[in-house]
C-alpha cells in the first residue's frame, strides 16, 4: 500500500517546508529539478491564458490574478519520504455525527435552531495539540437559502454536505465550540477539504464555486482541474476548469484516487475558530451538492494501490414513492436474501452484514414494494463504509395504488399537494360536503399539518381508502383521495319499480328497512319540507325493498343529492323453492288477477283437488286454486292479502307449494316413535298431550311382505303392525299423516311422533305422609279456635262481676246528687266496656 504523498503550497510556506521539501528524492538530480521549472513555468502560462479566455463567459465577480502552485508530481507507486510529515503538522477532524440539521430555518428538525451541527473529533496526532476529545463545528447561513433537499444537508457517506438549487447561492460560517462546554475554541490550525469540482460538459460553464476568506495555504494536485482565483476583497475564489465524466464523490477522504485528486482542494486555516465560505451554484435547474472534509485530504490522502476495489457508484432513487436502505457505520457485507425485481413486505430481509463487534445482522424492507436497484457487485466480505458512497444498498419502490375512478356525476374533488404525506380523513363515504370543506389531513416534510379542501359541494362517493397513514400521496398516480358528486340513480331491474321523492323536500328518516314487504301506500320513508313539516313517501304497488340509497344527506333536498330522486326501488316477492317431493298451486295466467282469501295456512293437510287459495278477476268472477296432490302445505306466500295484483307481486305463479311433511328432530331426553319408509300409514290411537305407558300402541301402520304363492310367482302380503312405545311418556308432537299413503310420501325422516318423559312420580309413603300432615293441621287449627272462645265468655262474664262491685264501694258514702251524676258517669262507660278494659 502507498502512504501519503506530499503535495506542499509554496503560498505563504515556510522556509522549514521548503528545505523539507527540497530534501526529498525527486530533487535529488539536477535534471529534475530542470524538469520540475519547466512544469511551473507551462502552468503558469496555461493558467494565465485560461483564466483570460474564460474571464468572459463565467467568472462574473472574479480576477484573473492566478495563484502560483507549488505542488509535487503525483506519481502512482512511489513513497516520497521527508524529514517531517506535513500530515501532522494540521489538524484532521473526524466527523462522528450530526446533532441537528436545520440550515436557513429550511428543515428538516425544523424545532431546532438553524444551522447544521457536526460533532467531530481529531485523529489521534493531534488530540493533544486540540486539548478536546470532541467538537461541534456550527454551520450557519448568513441571509437567504434555497435548497434542493434539506433532508441531504449534513452528510453523505463520510463527508460534509450542503445542496443547493441551479442557480443559487448561500453565504456560510463554521464556528467551532466545545462539546461539552458549547464554549467556542481557536484552533492551532484548522482545514477544509472540498471535492467534486468540475464544469458543465455542453457550455463548459462552472457548476459551482467555491469562495473562502483568510486562506492560509492552498494544496492541490499537479495535475488539477481547480482553478484558483484572487479576488479584490482578499478572499480565493475556486472554480473547475474541465469536465469529469465519472462520479467524483470520494468514499473515503483518505482514499481519494489520481482521478478524484484533480477535482479536489484543500485549504489551511491558522489560529482560528470561525471561517466564511459562499457556495454558488451554476445557472440552470439542476442542483448542486457540495461535499467537502475537515481536514487536509488532498495533502494527506493515499492514492489507490493495485489491490484497491473502487467504490460504486450511488444508487439512484426518487423520494417519495422509492424508499433506500442504508447500511450503518463499519459494516461488512455478508450476501444478499433477495435479488432485483423481488417483492417484498415490510419487514422481510433484504440482505445480511456483519458488525463491527462480529454480530451477523439483516437488513430489512422498509415499506411493501418491488426490489427495484441493488449494488449486485457487492461480494462478501467487503467494507461498506469503502465501497459505498451514500451507504445506499438497494432501492425499494413503493406498491402504486390505483387511481379512484368517479362515476357517473362525480368528479375529482381532493388533491392533496405534492410532496405531503397522508395522515387521515374528515369525512367517510356518503357524508355532504360543501365547497372548501376540509376532505383529509396531511402533513410535509418537516411535520407541518396540510388540509386537503373539497373543490366541489356534494356527496363523499368514494375515498381513497388503501393509503393509509404515513404514506406519500404520490403512491397515488393523480394524488386525488377522493370522489364527490351526486347519488347515482339506483338501478331498476325489470319487474321494478323505483321510490321517488317530491321535488324540494329534504329526507328525514327510513320508515322500513331493506328486504322489508311493503304494502301499497305504506311509507317508506319520510321527507320535510323547508318548514319542518314531515311528509311520507308511500310505496306505489305491493312489493319487496329491493335497493336504498345507502346515505342521504339532510343538508340539501333530495333532488340535489340524488340525481333522479329515486330513494328506494320495489320488487316482486323472492319465488317459493319447491323442494323435492312438493309440488305447486299456481294461480291462473294472465295479468288480470288478483288475490282474494287463503283456505289454508302452513301445515294444513290438503288432498289432491282441495282448494289452497281463492282468487278473483278485474271483472269480479272468483276462482279457486286447487292442490294437485295430497299432502301439506309447506310454504305459501303469506303476503299476498285481498287485492295483491298477482302479476306485479308475484315472480311466477306459484302461490303456495303442497309437499311432504319436515322431520321430527327429537331433544335430549325425548322418546322418538319411527316407522318403516314404506309402510302405510293407517291410524292413531293417541292424541297430543296423552300419557302412554311403556309398551303401548301409539300408530298402526301396514307393511307389504311378499310370500310364495302359486306357481312362481311371490303374492304381496297384506300385514298390519301397531308401532308401540319404548319407554312410558307423553305425546309431544304427531306428523299430520292421511290414512292410505306411504310414510315417504307424506315427511321426510322416519320419525313420526315424539314423547315427552313423564313427570317422576312420588312413592305412597309420601303421599300418605302428606295427607296426615293436612288432617293433623286441620284438628289443630279447630281445637285453637274452640280454646280462643271460651277465654273470650269467661273475660266478659268477669267483666260484670266486675263492674257491679265497683259501682257499690263507690255510691255507698256519697251523697245522692253526686251519686246520681257517678251514676251517670258509670252508664257511660258501661256502653264502653270493651274500651275500659
Not at 187 to 198: H, R, V
Not at 502 to 530: I, L, Q, S
Not at 560 to 586: E, H, I, N
Not at 744 to 768: N, V
Request: hydrophobic share 40%; aromatic share 6%.
Amino acid at each position: 500500500p502507498l502512504s501519503a504523498v506530499q503535495r506542499l503550497g509554496t503560498a505563504h510556506s515556510s522556509d522549514d517546508e521548503r528545505q523539507s521539501f527540497q530534501d526529498t528524492r525527486l530533487f535529488g538530480s539536477w535534471a529534475a529539478r530542470k524538469m520540475i521549472v519547466g512544469v511551473v513555468v507551462a502552468t503558469v502560462v496555461a493558467a494565465a491564458g485560461g483564466a483570460a479566455a474564460w474571464s468572459n463567459s463565467w467568472t462574473q465577480g472574479l480576477h484573473t490574478h492566478a495563484i502560483k502552485d507549488g505542488i509535487s508530481e503525483l506519481v502512482e507507486g512511489a513513497v516520497f519520504k521527508a524529514h517531517t510529515d506535513p500530515c501532522n503538522t494540521y489538524v484532521d477532524l473526524k466527523v462522528v455525527s450530526i446533532e441537528y440539521n436545520n440550515l436557513g430555518h429550511k428543515g428538516p428538525d425544523l424545532t431546532r435552531p438553524e444551522g447544521i451541527t457536526w460533532r467531530v473529533a481529531p485523529d489521534k496526532h493531534h488530540k493533544a495539540a486540540v486539548g478536546h476529545k470532541e467538537l461541534l463545528i456550527h454551520g450557519s447561513a448568513m441571509g437567504g437559502y434555497t435548497p434542493f433537499s434539506p433532508r441531504l444537508n449534513g452528510m453523505q457517506g463520510k463527508y460534509g454536505s450542503i445542496n443547493l438549487q441551479g442557480g443559487s447561492e448561500v453565504n456560510l460560517t463554521f464556528t467551532v465550540h466545545d462539546a461539552k462546554s458549547k464554549n467556542r475554541v481557536v484552533l492551532p490550525s484548522f482545514s477544509l477539504s472540498f471535492f467534486d469540482m468540475g464544469v458543465d460538459a455542453k457550455n463548459s460553464v462552472p457548476p459551482e464555486t467555491i469562495t473562502l476568506s483568510n486562506v492560509r495555504k492552498i494544496f492541490r494536485d499537479d495535475k488539477t482541474e481547480i482553478g484558483v482565483f484572487k479576488n479584490a476583497d482578499g478572499s480565493t475564489t475556486f472554480a473547475g476548469r474541465a469536465h469529469d465524466a465519472g462520479s467524483n464523490h470520494p468514499v473515503d477522504a483518505m482514499r481519494i484516487g489520481t482521478q478524484r485528486s484533480r477535482h479536489a482542494f484543500s485549504v489551511v486555516y491558522s489560529k482560528v475558530s470561525q471561517i466564511r465560505c459562499r457556495l454558488r451554484a451554476g445557472p440552470g435547474h439542476k442542483p448542486r451538492l457540495f461535499t467537502f472534509a475537515f481536514g487536509p485530504s488532498v495533502l494527506c490522502a493515499s492514492v489507490k494501490t493495485a489491490d484497491f476495489r473502487p467504490p460504486l457508484p450511488d444508487l439512484e432513487w426518487t423520494p417519495p414513492i422509492e424508499v433506500p436502505i442504508a447500511a450503518g457505520p463499519g459494516e461488512i457485507f455478508m450476501h444478499w436474501l433477495v435479488k432485483k425485481g423481488d417483492t417484498v413486505r415490510k419487514g422481510n430481509d433484504i440482505c445480511s452484514v456483519a458488525k463491527l463487534g462480529g454480530t451477523v445482522e439483516t437488513h430489512t424492507a422498509p415499506c411493501d414494494g418491488i426490489v427495484k436497484k441493488t449494488h449486485e457487485a457487492l461480494q462478501a466480505g467487503d467494507e461498506l463504509d469503502a465501497r459505498l458512497s451514500e451507504k445506499t444498498l438497494a432501492v425499494i419502490a413503493r406498491f402504486k395504488i390505483a387511481k379512484l375512478k368517479p362515476p357517473h356525476g362525480g368528479a375529482r374533488a381532493a388533491v392533496a399537494r405534492n410532496g405531503t404525506f397522508f395522515v387521515k380523513y374528515s369525512v367517510k363515504v356518503y357524508d355532504f360536503v360543501r365547497e372548501g370543506g376540509v376532505i383529509a389531513m396531511t402533513q410535509d416534510e418537516g411535520g407541518r399539518p396540510l388540509k386537503v379542501r373539497s373543490t366541489a359541494k356534494g356527496v363523499v362517493l368514494a375515498l381513497q381508502q388503501q393509503i393509509t397513514n404515513g404514506d406519500p400521496v404520490e403512491l397515488v398516480p393523480d394524488r386525488n383521495l377522493a370522489v364527490i358528486g351526486s347519488l347515482p340513480a339506483l338501478l331498476v331491474q325489470a319487474g321494478e319499480v323505483p321510490v321517488t321523492a317530491p321535488v324540494g323536500h329534504f329526507f328525514a328518516r327510513w320508515h322500513r328497512k331493506k328486504g322489508d314487504f311493503v304494502e301499497k301506500g305504506e311509507p317508506v320513508c319520510f321527507v320535510h319540507n323547508a318548514k319542518g313539516g314531515e311528509i311520507p313517501v308511500p310505496a306505489p304497488r305491493d312489493g319487496v325493498l329491493q335497493a336504498m340509497q345507502p346515505a342521504l344527506p339532510q343538508e340539501v333536498t333530495v333532488d340535489s343529492a340524488v340525481q333522479d330522486r329515486s330513494l328506494a326501488t320495489l320488487g316482486p316477492l323472492p319465488p317459493l323453492k319447491v323442494p323435492l317431493g312438493g309440488v305447486p298451486a299456481c294461480v291462473p295466467l294472465g295479468g288480470d288477477w288478483l288475490f282474494d282469501s287463503w283456505k289454508v295456512r302452513v301445515g294444513t293437510q290438503v288432498t289432491n283437488g282441495g282448494t289452497v287459495a281463492v282468487v278473483r278477476h278485474v271483472n269480479g268472477s272468483k276462482r279457486a286454486v286447487p292442490a294437485i296432490k295430497d299432502g301439506m302445505v309447506a310454504m305459501m306466500q303469506k303476503h299476498l292479502h285481498n287485492g295483491s295484483n298477482i302479476s306485479e307481486v308475484l315472480q311466477d305463479c306459484n302461490i303456495a307449494v303442497i309437499g311432504r311433511c319436515l322431520a321430527l328432530v327429537a331433544s335430549k331426553g325425548q322418546i322418538a316413535l319411527e316407522a318403516n319408509r314404506d309402510a302405510i300409514f293407517n291410524r292413531w290411537y293417541v292424541n297430543l298431550g296423552a300419557f302412554v305407558a311403556e309398551g303401548s300402541a301409539v300408530a298402526e301402520v301396514t307393511l307389504a311382505d311378499a310370500v310364495p304363492g302359486s306357481g312362481r310367482r311371490l303374492t304381496p302380503e297384506v300385514i298390519r303392525v301397531n308401532i308401540t312405545s319404548p319407554a312410558a311418556g307423553v305425546v309431544a308432537k304427531l306428523q299430520p299423516l292421511l290414512r292410505g299413503k306411504s310414510i315417504a310420501s307424506q315427511q321426510h325422516g322416519l320419525t313420526i311422533a315424539i314423547l315427552d318423559p313423564p313427570q317422576q312420580q312420588q312413592p305412597l309413603w309420601a303421599s300418605y305422609l302428606r295427607t296426615l300432615a293436612w288432617v293433623c293441621g286441620g284438628i289443630a287449627g279447630t281445637l285453637g279456635l274452640l280454646f280462643m272462645w271460651s277465654r273470650r265468655k269467661k273475660a266478659c262474664n268477669c267483666d260484670k262481676l266486675d263492674e257491679r262491685s265497683l259501682h257499690d264501694k263507690i255510691m255507698a258514702p256519697m251523697s245522692a246528687d253526686r251519686a246520681i251524676t257517678m251514676e251517670s258517669s258509670f252508664s257511660s262507660l258501661a256502653s264502653c266496656a270493651p274500651l275500659r278494659t
